[in-house]
């Protein structure tokens, strides 16, 4: 059974950079095929994709926020961090991590219960 | 990069059926596969449809998911509506770079 659930502030300062974990069970970031993305959605409006990260450790970023974005994982704790800095107001979203590849590769097919960020002065 | 359009929204009455289009702005529609999602308010997306039109276990037949070429845009259809399918569905693509691109999404309401 898989399961992703996202931890991390509820509410970040403007300028301050946010740190989130995605923790997850049932499916190891070895495997081959097997990719974690991150991917958002500011309240009331659409999902937007934010990265990927593969189990060989290949990376994938949004175009429009690469500049701000990283990805890494720990294996060994089956855990997918995600840092954007300089945040703003308009960052404020829930953020979600899912598991890619078992279904299809290029479906995200189990996702978190999402977290709720904030960012305010 | 490209961009995949939908109707902001569709409303439909229960028994009908129903498309939602995803067109996308460059490239061909073809060349990599589209998935749908299904979003309930307060819940999490999960998958109707994948690699164009398959269903995933669990999913009702009354989904079904195709590309057209010609007007390079996918669709979902559901038939049968029920007002439990009232929901927000977005289909999600990628690029040869392996760039994900989600659709605005479109608000279902079955009415």
């Known amino acids: 059974q898989i399961t992703l659930k996202e931890s991390g502030p509820t509410l970040v300062k403007p300028t301050q950079t946010l740190t989130l974990t995605c923790t997850f069970s049932?499916?190891?970031?070895?495997?081959?095929?097997?990719?974690v993305g991150w991917i958002r959605q500011p309240p009331g409006k659409a999902l937007e994709w934010l990265a990927l990260?593969?189990?060989?450790?290949?990376?994938r970023y949004s175009p429009s926020l690469k500049s701000r974005l990283t990805i890494t994982k720990d294996t060994s704790k089956n855990q997918v961090v995600l840092t954007m800095t300089n945040m703003d107001p308009v960052d404020t979203a829930t953020y979600y991590c899912?598991?890619?590849?078992?279904?299809?590769?290029?479906?995200?097919?189990?996702w978190g219960q999402g977290t709720l960020v904030t960012v305010s002065s | 990069n490209f961009m995949l359009t939908q109707p902001h929204s569709v409303s439909e009455s229960p028994g009908k059926t129903v498309t939602i289009s995803c067109t996308r702005s460059?490239?061909?529609?073809?060349?990599?596969?589209v998935q749908w999602y299904q979003q309930r308010p307060g819940s999490a997306p999960t998958t109707v449809i994948y690699?164009?039109?398959?269903?995933p276990s669990g999913v009702p037949d009354r989904f079904s998911g195709s590309i057209d070429s010609s007007s390079n845009s996918a669709s979902l259809t559901i038939s049968g509506l029920k007002t439990e399918d009232e929901a927000d569905y977005y289909c999600?693509?990628?690029?040869?770079?392996?760039?994900?691109?989600f659709g605005g999404g479109t608000k279902l309401t079955v009415l």
């Open positions: 999600q693509s990628y690029d040869s770079s392996n760039q994900v691109v």
């Open positions: 899912a598991h890619m590849g078992v279904v299809a590769a290029t479906l995200f097919d189990y």
């Open positions: 460059s490239g061909s529609i073809a060349s990599n596969y």
């Open positions: 990260i593969y189990w060989n450790d290949d990376k």
């Open positions: 690699e164009d039109n398959q269903r």
């Open positions: 049932g499916f190891s970031l070895s495997t081959s095929g097997v990719g």
